[in-house]
């Protein structure tokens, strides 16, 4: 076979048409081949989602009852929830709450103010030894979980079996549990005062009449912030919701317990309030003959 001359020539050029023509079928061929399998993964992309785990339905009251306590023990939106695998139970310790101060972005700047054993008031925060064996675990908006001895222990900010003061919880459990000192004078002794058809209030009369909210500074409790109960005695003494308390009798009230605050008052038949009203500090004095004067 003459490859030179011109038949030679073109023998090779029907070579080169041919070998050309080859290469081409086998490029568009694999290129085919790629397209389809790329279509065919968009089309069908395989057995991911028969390869999901399979989460058995729970129905019944077992299921009922999971749910309910995965609720109840989770909150999914902060991260200083208390743990879901342990239910908390109220705390057995001689613990009150006189402030909090509660973080649902970062759970390390939460604290809170207790009042301990002793009557005195510490601040807390998270991972802090509150007693032997306590130690704060998690602050939330209305209580305070602790670790107390391995067990999950919660104390709420309003306990109603741990009142600020005796026989506050009800109006009635305040009448049956009679902390004035002495009986009050009889109606024809002394006359109420002007435009009140109230008997004199004497000191321990109003306790049982005002609620306390602790004021912060610093982290410490700088006053109480006084507000009525509905029994009358808070308006008929003169005082105004909103007044801020500083001292009892001269002594600087910072940092004193409600107990503490409590025994002062109830030492004596008649006080010496000095309360931040509109800014302004006003003393006022309380006995049971005059009622509240400023």
Known sequence: MKLFGPEGGTRLAA???IGRTAIEAA??????????????????????ASALPQIPAVSGAAGNQSSLALLTQTDPFRPSAAEPSQIAVPTSLNLKIAGLRWSDGAAWTSSAVLILPDNTQK???????????????????????LRFNGQLQEL?????????????????????????????????????????????VTPALLLTDVEMHPELRN?????????????GHFQSAGLEAGDLVLRVNGASIEGMGPE??????????????DVVR??????????????LSQ
Do not use: C, H
Not at 177 to 200: E, F, M, N, R, W
Not at 261 to 271: E, F, L, N, T, Y
């Open 15 to 17: 070579y080169s048409l």
């Open 219 to 231: 982290g410490a409790v700088a006053g109480y912030r006084l507000s009525p109960r509905g029994q």
């Open 156 to 200: 709420l900010l309003n306990d109603p079996d741990k009142p600020l003061f005796a026989g506050s919880s009800s109006s009635s459990s305040a009448t049956s549990v009679s902390i004035q000192p002495a009986q009050p004078a009889p109606p024809t002794s002394s006359a109420p005062p002007a435009g009140s058809s109230l008997a004199p």
């Open 260 to 273: 503490a605050i409590q025994s002062a008052v109830m030492s004596s038949q008649s006080i010496a309030l």
């Open 278 to 291: 509109n800014g302004a500090i006003v003393r006022l004095r309380l006995s049971p003959d005059s009622g």
């Open 123 to 145: 601040r807390f925060s998270i991972g802090d030894q509150i007693v032997s064996g306590a130690v704060l675990e998690t602050v939330a908006a209305d209580r305070v979980f």
């Open 27 to 48: 490029l568009a061929l694999t290129t085919g081949l790629l397209l389809a399998r790329f279509a065919w993964l968009i089309a069908a992309p395989g057995d991911g």
